[in-house]
């Protein structure tokens, strides 16, 4: 059975930092697409930054506009393990944040383009 689980979510001021990590049991996705996702009260479930697998795009990167220069992916394929590092939060970076992992080469930016869902982890910055 797969499962992905995240952690490290959690309450930090503005301008501060969190690293959450993703762990995948039951498959190795060393060469399939992960993906961070994060979903706002009231907004939809949006893109926050994926990497590919180095099979297939040489884990190419993509992140949304809004967190260029501030939240980096990796992955630990020898663990199985993504992370997303945020640094300089802001408040609207609020959101419960989910970790996905598709079977596609390329890096998708729609959640439905991806079929393993972690439950999430809540992030709030506040000020």
């Known amino acids: 059975q797969v499962q992905l689980v995240e952690s490290g979510g959690g309450l930090v001021q503005a301008g501060g930092s969190l690293r959450l990590s993703c762990a995948a049991s039951?498959?190795?996705?060393?060469?399939?697409?992960m993906a961070w996702f994060r979903q706002a009260p009231g907004k939809e479930r949006e893109f926050v930054a994926g990497?590919?697998?180095?099979?297939?795009?040489?884990?190419?990167?993509y992140y949304t506009d809004s967190v260029k220069g501030r939240f980096t992916i990796s992955r630990d394929n020898a663990k199985n393990t993504m992370y997303l590092q945020m640094n300089s939060l802001r408040l609207e970076d609020t959101a419960i944040y989910y970790c996905?992992?598709?079977?596609?080469?390329?890096?998708?930016?729609?959640?439905?383009?991806?079929?393993?869902w972690g439950p999430g982890t809540q992030v709030t910055v506040s000020s």
């Open positions: 990497i590919g697998g180095i099979d297939w795009s040489g884990g190419m990167i």
């Open positions: 996905a992992a598709s079977l596609r080469h390329t890096v998708g930016f729609r959640s439905s383009e991806y079929g393993y």
């Open positions: 039951g498959r190795t996705f060393g060469s399939d697409v």
